[in-house]
């Protein structure tokens, strides 16, 4: 596998969009995810990795004001480094089998980097709507990072489409690449509504003398009628161990 890096959303800025194997971390399943860290993670980091998802499986939920997974998630920047502690944070996530009170819980007390792990968690864990506030906080904000992370396949799954057309919108403004919108070419097909967003925004920016975004033509082309629509994006699991449905 190659290793993770990120993908810049302009240069010198960091959306955040670490990649395991070409792919987001809310596109690896977990089995995937566990095997490319215990690769690449150094002995010691690699011990408190198990470690940590042996206790997030064994006691999951909540216990007490705190519970030790979440002292784990506020660790793994120190413990894994910053180049893996996304990763680390999504599995140990998911041993825990956070529901989506426990998300909101994580989300509304963490860091930046804790938030995007949760958002990057969300297809692994919540199968319905519930989890859409944490999705469209993070679209409010202008951290490339938690936008790069809020556009994958959870928000492109529920969001409707007012929302996702706005979310789209908030990437072309603050910067994040449109490739890091999960199902863009699905959604985006024969959309007439978002073609006269981006056209105005387009004359927006033209007449204020400002160059128009490329990324903004790549979007406004798949929203085509008469092109051939793409073929239906695979879904992400949920819970299951293996990346699949359980």
Not at 89 to 117: F, P
Not at 139 to 149: F, G, K, S
Not at 198 to 220: F, N, Q, S
């Amino acid at each position: 596998m190659t290793q993770p890096r990120t993908s810049p959303a302009t240069p010198g800025a960091d959306t955040g969009r670490t990649e395991t194997g070409g792919t987001t971390l809310a596109h690896t399943p977990p089995t995937e995810l566990r095997g490319h860290l215990t690769a690449h993670l150094g002995g010691t980091a690699r011990a408190w990795l198990h470690q940590a998802l042996d206790e997030a499986a064994d006691h999951p939920g909540t216990h007490g004001p705190i519970s030790v997974w979440e002292l784990r998630i506020a660790e793994a920047g120190r413990r894994c480094g910053p180049e893996h502690a996304d990763a680390a944070r999504v599995l140990i996530l998911h041993a825990a089998r956070a529901d989506a009170d426990a998300l909101t819980r994580v989300y509304s007390q963490g860091t930046a980097a804790e938030r995007r792990a949760v958002l990057q968690a969300l297809p692994h864990l919540v199968a319905g709507p519930e989890a859409l506030p944490l999705v469209e906080d993070a679209l409010r904000t202008n951290d490339t990072r938690l936008l790069a992370a809020a556009v994958g396949p959870y928000a492109a799954r529920h969001l409707d489409p007012h929302q996702w057309r706005h979310a789209v919108l908030k990437c072309l403004f603050t910067g994040v690449p449109v490739g890091t919108v999960a199902d863009l070419d699905r959604r985006a097909h024969r959309d007439a509504e978002l073609a006269r967003m981006l056209g105005d925004y387009a004359a927006e920016r033209t007449a204020a003398g400002r160059p128009v975004p490329e990324d903004l033509h790549r979007v406004l082309t798949l929203t085509d009628p008469t092109a051939t629509p793409p073929a239906p994006a695979a879904e992400c699991g949920i819970r299951g161990t293996d990346g699949k449905e359980s």
